[in-house]
């Protein structure tokens, strides 16, 4: 069946037009996020209606500023305060990612001018302290290690949520609890903050934990969490060269953590891991 194509726009020219490639209209063509108005059923040659433009305009300027495809199918067609709404998100994750970036391109300039190996054996002096006990709120969980670094900034959030409901001022130190550390992939993990005398009682999943006082070795690591693996590696040979052995719980005090600064080469995270003597039953 012949179409009439007068008043249509034939793809390159429909390319020049709004500015992208054919490629890219044959390709969003094919996931369905830019139809055209008409597909000649004998050559496949593809034509477009001069008010598709504007679609096109509209998606090519959101690729520019690295929005997802799946996200553009939605963002097209919104209303403005949708549009503003999901671009405010947007930029948020694009902030996020550009603190990640500078941290990447810090690094690189170390190992670049030779300030750091690509591979550093960290050794650690044995500190060994008297942690007092406490009383914390905590929410807890078995998660597999490669969850850590999510887990515990959305626990934290929810526990102090759960506080502020209850009326309890909290101190900005969360901390988390390490128990199974002996265990390949899984961790018993509760994070949560100090109460002190606070009369509370648990509800949705939040518990109270009473820590008991212990001798522990204990390390301050300033830096992103990415590098606390190598300090429990060198904290651990640590604590057995002095014929000791590590004991859970370990306890993480997030001194200095993404709620006080954004730099994470401020974080400040104290670490504290309650040995005993290798023999000891």
Known sequence: MKVETEGLLSIGRFARWSGLTVKALRHYDEIGLLRPAHVDDWTGYRWYEPAQVRDAVAIRRLRALRVPLERIAVLVHA??????????VHRAQLEGKLVE???ILGELDRLIEGKEKLVTELMLDLTLVDEPGGRYAVFGDRVRVDDLFTFIPDT?????????EHGVPYTDEPLAIFRGNSDDEWL??????P???ASLSPSEGVELRELPATRGAEHVHRGPYEAVPDVYRALEAAIRSRGLEPRDPA??????????TDDPDGYVTRIVWPVAPANAA
């Open 79 to 88: 209303d403005d305060a949708t549009l503003r709404e999901a671009l405010e």
């Open 101 to 103: 970036t500078r941290q």
């Open 156 to 164: 934290c959030t929810r526990v102090c949520r759960w506080l502020i």
């Open 188 to 193: 018993e993990t509760e994070v949560g903050f």
């Open 195 to 197: 109460i002190g005398d």
């Open 251 to 260: 306890r993480e005090h997030f001194v200095a953590n993404p709620s006080s």
